[in-house]
């Protein structure tokens, strides 16, 4: 009885979240700014770019060759004076020297040489929630650097310090922890100048950035897991907007949590302005039990229930492995690396070199 008692409260509790999803909007503006460390041979991909994003549109840029920043919305360019891109063009020249002087500081630190490319990003900006009443409610900031890649750098914004989960990173730690000023302008920007931005940004183009609800679709499917005789069981959801979703993989009706092994790596944007989510467990190949996806978003009238088969995509087919080995090749280099130079965390300094 007690069991069911909770279960019944778990139940509430994860659809009152959702109904409550339904009447908040969320809103974040970040900006991305991505150094290398020397010139590369590819189109598009230039030695530093920077640009704003609304709610994962892309609404203003600059790069190293054009050195002009430019909006990338119709209502950007019409909201906003002519000042507004030339201070904005200023302050990215600066920014881009500041790149260039503190990759070759990490490279060194890291004791690399110039025969690879080196990436240094850094990742700034804020998400809020707009309450049915219109209130602007801050819901946390981001300012954080990586390298290559991995995390670098972060901003606690409660503890006003900065994070390093790596060793690398904690000279540059002591360093700006020193300046105090600059650690409380970091946290004042970021509740505060950043949503006052966003805010304004709202109301100039909140009808062109508005997109209709979208539902989900829904797959289960399961591929050869590393661990011999077993495979890994995937749930995803794709195609769905606004991104707030719920997804639970349940065996035998139980939902399972991340101590049975359940992973995601979160929700994702698209390339059409929907997100996706994958969640996925490693069971046993033999394993005849019932699994299902569950997924609720605010498009649906029900939740959606997928039902896994019980059939694995490649365990008997060694050509299939080949197959899925090449795609995953062709799908590096064609998507993953230009988003490794775009997307990939990192953060900078207004006024200290790392």
Not at 98 to 118: A, G, Q, Y
Not at 273 to 293: G, L, N
Not at 305 to 321: I, P
């Amino acid at each position: 009885m007690c069991a069911f008692n909770m279960y019944f409260v778990v139940l509430v509790f994860l659809f009152a979240t959702l109904s409550t999803v339904d009447s908040v909007e969320s809103w974040s503006l970040n900006y991305i700014y991505t150094a290398l460390s020397k010139p590369v041979e590819l189109p598009g991909i230039h030695e530093f770019t920077a640009m704003g994003l609304m709610n994962d549109k892309q609404i203003d840029y600059y790069d190293s060759v054009s050195k002009k920043k430019i909006p990338k919305q119709d209502w950007m360019k019409e909201k906003l004076p002519a000042d507004y891109w030339e201070k904005g063009t200023q302050s990215r020249k600066s920014k881009e020297q500041w790149f260039k002087v503190n990759v070759n500081i990490l490279m060194e630190r890291m004791r690399h040489n110039n025969t690879d490319v080196h990436i240094l990003q850094w990742k700034h900006g804020c998400e809020i929630d707009q309450l049915p009443d219109g209130t602007l409610k801050f819901i946390k900031g981001t300012d954080q650097y990586s390298y290559d890649g991995d995390d670098f750098l972060a901003f606690d914004d409660a503890t006003m310090q900065w994070v390093a989960p790596v060793d690398q990173a904690l000279p540059t730690k002591r360093k700006w922890d020193g300046v105090q000023i600059l650690n409380q302008y970091t946290k004042g920007y970021l509740e505060k100048e950043c949503v006052d931005w966003l805010s304004k940004f709202m109301a100039y183009g909140k009808r062109h950035l508005k997109i209709d609800d979208s539902p989900p679709k829904v797959y289960a499917f399961a591929k050869k897991a590393k661990t011999a005789g077993h495979v890994r069981l995937t749930c995803m959801a794709t195609g769905f907007y606004p991104k707030d979703v719920l997804m639970h993989i349940k065996k035998n009706g139980v939902p399972l949590t991340k101590h049975d092994g359940v992973q995601s790596a979160g929700v994702l944007p698209n390339d059409d302005e929907t997100y996706q989510i994958r969640m996925s467990v490693q069971i046993p190949e033999a394993d005849k039990e019932t699994y299902e996806c569950c997924v609720n978003h605010r498009a649906l009238k029900e939740p959606i229930v997928e039902k896994w088969d019980g059939k694995c995509c490649d365990c008997n087919q060694v050509t299939g492995v080949i197959i899925g080995a090449v795609v995953a090749v062709v799908f590096l280099f064609t998507v993953v690396t230009p988003l490794l130079v775009l997307w990939k965390k990192g953060k900078i300094c207004k006024f200290l070199t790392l």
